[in-house]
T-cell receptor, first 114, second 115 residues
Framework: EPEVTQTPSHQVTQMGQEVILRCVPI?????FYWYRQILGQKVEFLVS????????KSEIFDDQFSVERPDGSNFTLKIRSTKLEDSAMYFC????????????FGNGTRLTVT | AQSVAQPEDQVNVAEGNPLTVKCTYS??????LFWYVQYPNRGLQFLLK??????LVKGSYGFEAEFNKSQTSFHLKKPSALVSDSALYFC?????????????FGGGTRLMVKP
C-alpha cells in the first residue's frame, strides 16, 4: 500500500536556525497537509496545500513557516528561525480528494530545538 | 468553527470486553467524521469515517462507530477488545458547511487493554 514518507525522522537544531522538513506524499494525491503534535498530545493543524498554493492555514502558521512543492513529488515545511516552542512531532499528510477523503499520514519528523 | 471533544483522557478495559471511546463534535454544517489510531512513534492511521448514509459505520480491525446527529456524537466501539488495541485514538471532524478542508482533531484518548 502506498505510504507517505517523511525525512528526517529526527532533527535537532539550535534556536534561531532554519530547518526544512521533507515529505513525499502518495503519488496520486492532490491535497497536502502539515500537522504537529506536542508531547504526544493534541494534533494541531498547520496548513493545507492544493494546486500549488496554500488553501488554508492556522494561527500557528505565521511568517516563520512556509511550504513548498518544489518538484512535483516533494512537499516541504520550512521554519525560518526556530524557537524552543517549535519542538514537536511534525506530520505530513495527503489525501486524494478533499472533504470526504481520509488523510494518510507519514510517521513524522521529531524536531528538537535546543 | 468546528471542534471535537474527547472527554476521556484514558479508557481502561479488560481483554475480551467491549470498549467504547467517546467523541462529540460541533460544526455549522454537516459533519464528516473520522477516527484515527496512533501507535508509539508512528503517524496516525485511518480507522473509519462517516460521510453520509447508515449511522453505524464499520472500519479496520473490527472497530465500528455510531453517528448520532441529535447528540452530536460519534463514539468508537469494538465488541471484544484485544491487548494489541492499546493505543492513542483520535476523533476528527470536517465541516462541509465551510469552504476549507481542514481536519480538526480531538485531544485523543489513550486506550489501555489489560490481559
Amino acid at each position: 500500500e502506498p505510504e507517505v514518507t517523511q525525512t528526517p525522522s529526527h532533527q535537532v537544531t539550535q534556536m534561531g536556525q532554519e530547518v526544512i522538513l521533507r515529505c513525499v506524499p502518495i503519488s496520486n494525491h492532490l491535497y497536502f497537509y502539515w500537522y504537529r503534535q506536542i508531547l504526544g498530545q493534541k494534533v494541531e493543524f498547520l496548513v493545507s496545500f492544493y494546486n500549488n498554493e496554500i488553501s488554508e492555514k492556522s494561527e500557528i502558521f505565521d511568517d516563520q513557516f512556509s511550504v513548498e512543492r518544489p518538484d512535483g513529488s516533494n512537499f516541504t515545511l520550512k521554519i525560518r528561525s526556530t524557537k524552543l516552542e517549535d519542538s514537536a512531532m511534525y506530520f505530513c499528510a495527503s489525501s486524494y480528494r478533499s472533504l470526504n477523503s481520509p488523510l494518510h499520514f507519514g510517521n513524522g519528523t521529531r524536531l528538537t530545538v535546543t | 468553527a468546528q471542534s471535537v471533544a474527547q472527554p476521556e483522557d484514558q479508557v481502561n478495559v479488560a481483554e475480551g470486553n467491549p470498549l467504547t471511546v467517546k467523541c462529540t463534535y460541533s460544526v455549522s454544517g454537516n459533519p464528516y467524521l473520522f477516527w484515527y489510531v496512533q501507535y508509539p512513534n508512528r503517524g496516525l492511521q485511518f480507522l473509519l469515517k462517516y460521510i453520509t448514509g447508515d449511522n453505524l459505520v464499520k472500519g479496520s480491525y473490527g472497530f465500528e462507530a455510531e453517528f448520532n446527529k441529535s447528540q452530536t456524537s460519534f463514539h468508537l466501539k469494538k465488541p471484544s477488545a484485544l491487548v494489541s488495541d492499546s493505543a492513542l485514538y483520535f476523533c476528527a471532524v470536517r465541516d462541509n458547511g465551510n469552504a476549507g478542508n481542514m481536519l480538526t482533531f480531538g485531544g485523543g484518548t489513550r486506550l489501555m487493554v489489560k490481559p
